[in-house]
T-cell receptor, first 116, second 113 residues
Framework: DTGVSQNPRHKITKRGQNVTFRCDPI?????LYWYRQTLGQGPEFLTY????????KSRLLSDRFSAERPKGSFSTLEIQRTEQGDSAMYLC??????????????FGPGTRLTVL | QQQVKQSPQSLIVQKGGISIINCAYE??????FPWYQQFPGKGPALLIA?????SEKKEGRFTISFNKSAKQFSLHIMDSQPGDSATYFC????????????FGTGTLLAVQP
């Protein structure tokens, strides 16, 4: 399978615990995005990477959230001291951007986080 | 200015009918408009996309109509099938900026057999 993969697919945690999600983009894609989707809503942008550089972070991304893409390949999203309001689907997407022209973003299956 | 407004919230169509979903935007810098299809428990899947240099794009049973002056675009699904039952999201992007997608709130489509 050459699509975007995310692990784990589901995560249940207790309030106050830390969680980490992983995203493996399509191999040749240089951009990687994180979105969050709550029930009945469209995905909302959180942050994105161009290779290993994190170029933008949404105001939705509080200090408890951190994302990395250390070698420009896979990415991790960590949430510290989780709160019930963090319960959502966390989606990763990747795209290949060449000469400033954006191509389509392809999404992974998401990680469903439930904070009890 | 960053919002994309989508309607209707839900839609019921008979098999073989035409499904129409509408979106409107404010930011004139947006220059890429994709539609995504999402099934329960899955990530959004790119369906079709358009840029403002054309007023219509067709791929199979799916057509995007784009009205630049009105800042509106719509998805038409011809010969709707029960397998098309899903949530559809329009989105918009300023390709010259961050390439982040701004999504509409979604339309839940049910195609009745």
């Amino acid at each position: 399978d050459t699509g975007v993969s995310q692990n784990p697919r589901h995560k249940i945690t207790k309030r106050g615990q830390n969680v980490t999600f992983r995203c493996d983009p399509i191999s040749e894609h240089n951009r990687l995005y994180w979105y969050r989707q709550t029930l009945g809503q469209g995905p909302e942008f959180l942050t994105y990477f161009q290779n290993e550089a994190q170029l933008e972070k949404s105001r939705l991304l509080s200090d408890r959230f951190s994302a990395e893409r250390p070698k420009g390949s896979f990415s991790t999203l960590e949430i510290q001291r989780t709160e019930q309001g963090d319960s959502a689907m966390y989606l990763c997407a990747s795209s290949l951007v060449v000469s400033g022209s954006a191509n389509e973003q392809f999404f992974g299956p998401g990680t469903r986080l439930t904070v009890l | 200015q960053q919002q994309v407004k989508q309607s209707p919230q839900s839609l019921i169509v008979q098999k073989g009918g035409i499904s129409i979903i509408n979106c409107a935007y404010e930011n004139t810098a947006f220059d890429y408009f994709p539609w995504y299809q999402q099934f329960p428990g899955k990530g959004p899947a790119l369906l079709i996309a358009i840029r403002p240099d054309v007023s219509e794009k067709k791929e199979g049973r799916f057509t995007i109509s784009f009205n630049k002056s009105a800042k509106q675009f719509s998805l038409h699904i011809m010969d709707s099938q029960p397998g098309d039952s899903a949530t559809y999201f329009c989105a918009a992007m300023d390709e010259g900026a961050t390439n982040k997608l701004i999504f509409g709130t979604g339309t839940l489509l049910a195609v009745q057999p």
